[in-house]
């Protein structure tokens, strides 16, 4: 089965989307499935690559274009047509994870991996999803969004200091920054606001950082919770560097009866979202009080990720991992292609 990786494209996670499908290919069982690059570069073309880039996806003369319903062969390029049974996407943040490029595959109508439009919509919004997990009596931390510019007053009077800054739809912590001071506070908002016209200011929760791999459709699944114990904050610098300071207890060590409610919070949390596939649940815990912190529907896939990681030790290992995924994503399919199209 030819199993389309797609990965690059026009976000500050490009590069992280490079690694993500160079440890997903190695992985894949070659018994079962054939792998083939697709690489969207910066600009936003699509281009069938015979070996993956080492940082970022350039122009070839394979150049694809969509067939709008092409079913498989969905892609061509001037000189063949790319027929892939099943796409897995590798595509970090906007354009990639907010059910921009869901929406093309249905229309294109080929089964993927993860999410669909809506679920990858909501999760990738962490305002939309906040909403949505507080409307299920969900903790998260406090926060205020702006769109293209912020008052700076408003947020001190509803917030001490130290604050997060957040990009409304980005991840791998791309454009967060700790503000612990009213000067902090605009140069972290002038970084915020260049990644996306839509910023969230949250409240600083002084707890343990915990994070939950789920996978599954109807019936997802959690599994073991591991630790993240970061210096300050989990940075973008600290998730891809190899020289983070920050420990990752995998699984953490927690009593039991936290771990077990952790895990049900994430699966809750996976359905509350409308996701499907995976998701990493990130979360936030002091004392007794559990905060989910966001939902990473395409969460990172290298080697020190913590989303397979969290399976390995909770019993599926990392090529396994990926066959289900694919599996999950065919068995989606055919829930949706068995529905009636006409009266």
């Known amino acids: 089965m030819n199993v389309g990786i797609i990965f690059g494209g026009k976000s500050a996670e490009h590069e992280v989307s490079i690694q993500s499908a160079k440890n997903i290919v190695e992985a894949l069982d070659k018994n079962k499935f054939t792998p083939v690059l697709i690489g969207i570069s910066k600009e936003g073309k699509w281009f069938l690559l015979e070996e993956l880039p080492k940082t970022e996806v350039v122009e070839s003369e394979n150049e694809l274009k969509i067939i709008p319903g092409g079913g498989s062969q969905f892609l061509t390029t001037d000189k063949k047509s790319v027929s892939v049974e099943v796409v897995f996407p590798v595509l970090h943040g906007p354009n990639g994870e907010d059910g921009t490029i869901q929406g093309l595959f249905r229309m294109a109508d080929v089964p993927f991996v993860g999410s669909g439009l809506l679920g990858s919509a909501v999760a990738m919004d962490k305002q939309v999803s906040k909403k949505l997990l507080e409307s299920k009596g969900i903790s998260v931390a406090k926060y205020l969004s702006f769109e293209e510019s912020a008052n700076i007053d408003s947020i001190e009077k509803e917030f001490n200091y130290p604050v997060f800054v957040k990009p409304a739809n980005l991840g791998s912590s791309v454009g967060v920054s700790k503000a612990k001071s009213r ?153 949706k292609d068995e529905l009636k199209t006409s009266y």
């Open 183 to 335: 000067k902090d506070l605009k140069s972290a908002l002038e970084k915020a606001f260049r990644y996306d016209n839509k910023v969230l200011v949250e409240e600083f929760i002084d707890g343990k950082e915990f994070e939950c791999s789920v996978l599954g459709n109807r019936k997802p699944k959690a599994s073991k919770v591991g630790e993240v114990r970061p210096e300050d904050f989990y940075s973008y610098e600290e998730k891809y560097s190899d020289k983070s300071q920050t420990e990752l207890k995998i699984p953490a060590d927690i009593d039991q009866s936290l771990e077990n409610e952790i895990r049900k919070i994430a699966v809750e949390a996976f359905k509350v979202n409308m996701c499907k596939g995976m998701a990493r649940i990130d979360f936030l815990v002091t004392g007794k009080r559990i905060y989910v912190n966001e939902l990473n529907t395409i969460p990172g896939f290298t080697k020190i990720s913590m989303y397979p990681k969290l399976w390995e030790v909770s019993g599926v290992d990392y090529q396994n991992l990926i066959t289900e995924l694919i599996e999950l994503a065919l068995e989606n399919y055919k829930d």
